[in-house]
């Protein structure tokens, strides 16, 4: 079946730091990959996806390369932001009987500091 | 544009009580989908609701856990008798009918506390 395993957490970082949090995933067929951020009190909301394999997604300086040949979809920041301080979650939907549904990773936490 | 519409965002009641969550979609969505989100467990896919029939409950806990949608824009999670251990934020999301590449759209959740 499908899986998605991303890095524990949390992360903490100092502003304007690099971020790096790992995904990786298991999946049959050609799945779309997505992140979506959870800030406190919310729900989930879609931050950036990618569809086919090499396709970058990118969206308020975050970046994620769907890479088909290690199955990884790690998120990258060049300089985080007090206000980046959330709840990450690497997600792939993929066709099954039952149709499109979402299979999520356990969440990293990222804690920026002043 | 409204988003997903959840209510209410807090609820606390007593062991034993019925519960009802409710859940707006946003209009031209055709996938609706219930989560619980804890601590230990993570997200939870509870059920997936297609053009308002449902697809897929075997994420459903146990049968006091019911689900139900009786038009597009409108769907409710019941549970009945509720238990301490069904305390969680539940969250509801939708799809437009674009498919599996299209993003959930999820709604701000309803914290829901069992004493």
């Known amino acids: 079946g499908n899986s998605v395993t991303q890095m524990e957490g949390p992360v903490t970082l100092s502003e304007e730091a690099f971020l790096t949090i790992n995904c990786t995933y298991t999946a049959t067929g050609y799945p779309s990959l997505f992140w979506y951020v959870q800030y406190p009190g919310e729900g989930l909301q879609l931050l950036l996806k990618a569809t086919k394999a090499d396709d970058k997604g990118s969206n308020k300086g975050f970046e994620a390369t769907y890479r088909k040949e290690t199955t990884s979809f790690h998120l990258e920041k060049g300089s985080v932001q007090v206000s980046d301080s959330a709840v990450y979650f690497c997600a792939l939907s993929s066709s099954n009987n039952a149709g499109n549904m979402l299979t999520f990773g356990g969440g990293t936490r990222l804690m920026v500091k002043p | 544009d409204a988003g997903v519409i959840q209510s209410p965002r807090h609820e606390v009641t007593e062991m034993g009580q019925e519960v009802t969550l409710r859940c707006k979609p946003i209009s031209g969505h055709n996938s609706l989908f219930w989560y619980r989100q804890t601590m230990m467990r993570g997200l939870e896919l509870l059920i997936y609701?297609?053009?308002?029939?449902?697809?897929?409950d075997s994420g459903m806990p146990e049968d006091r856990f019911s689900a139900k949608m009786p038009n597009a824009s409108f769907s409710t999670l019941k549970i009945q008798p509720s238990e301490p251990r069904d305390s969680a934020v539940y969250f509801c999301?939708?799809?437009?009918?674009?498919?599996?590449?299209?993003?959930?759209?999820f709604g701000d959740g309803t914290r829901l506390s069992i004493l």
């Open positions: 609701f297609n053009n308002n029939v449902p697809i897929d």
């Open positions: 999301a939708s799809r437009d009918p674009q498919g599996g590449n299209q993003p959930q759209h």
